[in-house]
């Protein structure tokens, strides 16, 4: 066993080649990380991860992957309760830019019904214009007609 599975306080990522947030997936020197139990007094049936190289191996003090499975974790959540914060402040943004462009559709839709509504009330006033002068136009006729004809009769 590792003397790196004894530590139990402070970063247990011995890796000098890079710092690893989260769960490690592969050690620097391409081999894969195994999940197993501490044997040391101070953390017994703690798990751990570790370079499955330096694991066969049973290397001590090496620079491979060792990482406390309860550390990679809490690494997991902080990483996604930022990812998550970062989330919410954008659909936070976007809800006000919806808001915003929705309020200008609406503003538009108005100005365009509005707009229809006087361009329709205008033809309207124009057709009973013209409706009128057709009715007097035929009531003089038909007046004049009357006249007309009353007088030959």
């Not at 081999?31 to 501490?38: G, H, L, Q, R």
């Not at 309760?81 to 839709?109: P, T």
């Not at 019904?113 to 033809?123: P, R």
């Not at 013209?130 to 009531?139: C, D, P, R, S, W």
């Amino acid at each position: 066993m590792s003397n790196a599975s004894g530590k139990s306080s402070g970063t247990s990522n011995r890796r000098q080649r890079g710092i690893v947030r989260g769960a490690p997936k592969r050690c620097w020197c391409g081999s894969d990380i195994v999940a197993k139990n501490s044997m040391s007094e101070p953390n017994p049936g703690r798990r751990y991860y570790r370079c499955s190289y330096a694991a066969r191996l049973r290397l001590i003090d090496d620079d491979h992957v060792f990482k406390w499975v309860d550390e990679a974790l809490y690494d997991e959540i902080e990483t996604l309760a930022s990812k998550m914060s970062s989330i919410e402040q954008v659909v936070e943004h976007e809800k006000v830019c919806f808001a915003r462009n929705q309020m200008d559709l609406e503003k538009e839709i108005c100005e365009r019904v509005e707009d229809v509504l006087a361009e329709a009330k205008a033809e309207a006033k124009s057709s009973l214009k013209k409706l009128m002068i057709v009715v007097l136009l035929g009531l003089m006729i038909v007046f004049g007609l009357t006249k007309l004809i009353g007088y030959d009769v």
